[in-house]
């Protein structure tokens, strides 16, 4: 136990080191980049992923994102979720995938028309090429995880490990967070989304992978902690990824990562026996009093900005008209987008162009529900019923998948404020696919059910 306690606490120390270099030394967030995957290639490798080692290098491929887009160690926008789908193509090539899977082939085959529209429909201005990788690379990475994870056998155990490799990097984003901007008082002066608590980078991102790293340390929290010190550990983490997720002043990922929390709770504490349900009452005061802590500190170093921010408020405390930051203008434009073309959608990528008529202004669109109707028609809602539909169904035979409905939350909410900007949603959804258990009493050479 000592060993496995010392591991993890290496771990987040090591993490928290390559904030600091990486501050120090800018360029090396370009060879961290290329040595994520490097080196999971070579770890895939070498095991055959006999173990799904693929889930756990792209979930740490996933964690590190923003991290390395707030970095510039990127080599492009895309660049995680091409390493993500590539990961999991070599996971089915070692490890085979369920014939099931292959209804997210369709979801794929339900975007192809979009493509065809878009291709005849754009002009010299556009950068058609930019633009369907733009709108595309989301949805194919979250169909290729969910190709590769659909009913794959795992340990409830391994889940947690899986979440624990993505939660790592963001470790790192938090230490990198702290080390560019050390005082939120002196820089927030508004209640509008803040790059410079975001670590330059885009708050709405950063709030998300802030947000789901809450949950990843809260279970670690409530459900792995072995010993005072981790224990505590835990706490201070979780503490502060709450707080720098919450001066990000984007408030999409935060509500998220407490939903999340919050549903989990009422999860495992409706499945649990009385003995367990008496412990899960302190469980609600430690989590009520490091929630409530929190948000009051937050709320002292943005001298009550953040108050009036989630009240919908401008620095003045008067209630602002938009209350989702202009997403309501957009899926208004995305609406109309869909009712002048229901059938095939104004095609994939345009409605950005498109929404300059009506909006005065070329904004791509940060609710994935909105866009697949508006760029894909009818097409786009096939997708979306395809989408959240087998999840549901597996989850009738697999009730041991104690994070199934978090997962579903975190993919839903950061889809309608957030889009596929990132890879987390796609992956996390994927992760809804897979077959969970306490115990696997039988154990097949490719992991499938």
């Known amino acids: 136990m000592k060993k496995l306690s010392f591991s993890y606490s290496f771990l987040i120390l090591i993490h928290a080191v390559i904030a600091l270099a990486v501050f120090a030394i800018p360029f090396l967030s370009k060879i961290y980049a290329l040595l994520i995957p490097i080196v999971g290639l070579y770890i895939v490798s070498r095991n055959k992923n006999k173990n799904n080692e693929v889930l756990f290098v792209a979930a740490y491929l996933v964690g590190a994102e923003v991290f390395l887009r707030m970095t510039g160690g990127n080599l492009n926008n895309e660049y995680i ?17 369920s014939i099931n899977a292959l209804i997210y082939v369709l979801f794929i085959v339900f975007l192809i028309p979009g493509i065809f529209i878009a291709l005849a429909e754009a002009d010299l201005d ?11 690379s989301g949805p194919f990475c979250l169909a290729i995880s969910s190709i590769y994870m659909y009913k794959r056998r795992i340990l409830f155990s391994d889940l947690q490990n899986i979440l624990t490799t993505m939660g790592m990097p963001i470790i790192t984003t938090v230490v990198y967070l702290f080390l560019y901007n050390p005082s939120v008082k002196d820089v927030v002066t508004g209640t509008s989304s803040n790059f410079e608590t975001s670590g330059g980078f885009g708050p709405n991102q950063v709030s998300t992978i802030l947000g789901l790293g809450m949950f990843i340390f809260f279970t670690q929290l409530i459900l792995f902690s072995k010993s005072k010190r981790i224990v505590l550990l835990n ?3 979780l503490i502060f990824i709450s707080y720098r997720g919450i001066v990000t002043f984007s408030r999409g990922g935060v509500i998220t990562g407490a939903a999340m929390i919050g549903l989990s709770l009422l999860f495992l504490y409706y499945f649990s026996n009385g003995k367990a349900k008496k412990k899960f009452i302190l469980i609600f005061i430690l989590i009520g009093s490091m929630g409530v802590g929190t948000w009051a500190y937050s709320s002292l170093q943005t001298r009550g ?21 202009g997403r309501e203008a957009i899926m208004d434009a995305d609406f109309k987008l869909f009712l002048d073309n229901p059938i095939l959608g104004v095609g994939a990528g345009i409605g950005k162009k ?17 866009r697949m109707l508006s760029e894909h028609g009818i097409f786009g809602i096939f997708g979306l019923l395809l989408l959240f539909i087998p999840p549901f169904i597996l989850y009738i035979n697999n009730r041991q998948h104690l994070y199934f409905l978090s997962f579903f939350v975190f993919w839903l ?28 009493p039988e154990k097949t050479s490719n992991n499938l059910k």
Do not use: W
């Open 81 to 97: 979720k091409l390493c993500v789908i590539i990961f999991m193509f070599l996971g089915m090539i070692y490890s085979n995938f």
């Open 126 to 136: 556009t950068d058609i090429k930019k633009a369907l990788v733009f709108n595309l």
């Open 235 to 237: 706490i201070l983490i």
């Open 305 to 325: 900005l953040i108050e009036k921010r989630y009240a919908n408020q401008d620095a003045k405390g008067r209630v602002k008209k938009d209350r989702l930051g």
């Open 354 to 370: 498109l929404r300059e008529e009506s909006l005065g202004q070329a904004v791509a669109s940060h609710n994935e529900i909105s």
């Open 413 to 440: 909410l950061t889809i309608n404020h957030a889009a596929m900007r990132i890879a987390a949603p796609a992956f996390v959804y994927a992760m809804m696919l897979l077959s969970v258990h306490i115990k696997i």
